[in-house]
């Protein structure tokens, strides 16, 4: 069994940086591909970043590209999500997932974490 959890959420000023981190349990985490996603209020929960196994791949939407970084230390068994440059769109709760392929859809995902707040203020 994989358990996740989210850290790192806030309320932070439109062009500050927050980074979260997502802490997994489980002996095989090195072997998982993360991802994280992001649902506003009233909104469905979207796609935001993912990383392969390895860490040797990445991926954004891109609606964050250029901004957001995904990075994992596998000693650590954590992923991260450097935040920059935050805009009062990117406020929502943010969810890390892991699954066997660092996928764009939330199917491709077997394990979710809590989610933890992000709120942007302009």
């Known amino acids: 069994q994989v358990q996740l959890v989210e850290s790192g959420g806030g309320l932070v000023q439109a062009g500050g940086s927050l980074r979260l981190s997502c802490a997994v349990s489980g002996r095989t985490f090195s072997s998982y591909a993360v991802g994280w996603f992001r649902q506003a209020p009233g909104k469905e929960r979207e796609y935001v970043a993912a990383i392969s196994w390895s860490g040797g791949n990445t991926y954004y939407a891109d609606s964050v590209k250029g901004r957001f970084t995904i990075s994992r230390d596998n000693a650590k068994n954590t992923v991260y999500l450097q935040m920059n440059s935050l805009k009062p769109e990117d406020t929502a709760v943010y969810y890390c997932?892991?699954?066997?392929?660092?996928?764009?859809?939330?199917?491709?995902?077997?394990?979710w974490g809590q989610g933890t707040q992000v709120t942007v203020s302009s």
């Open positions: 997932a892991a699954g066997a392929y660092p996928a764009s859809y939330l199917r491709g995902y077997d394990y």
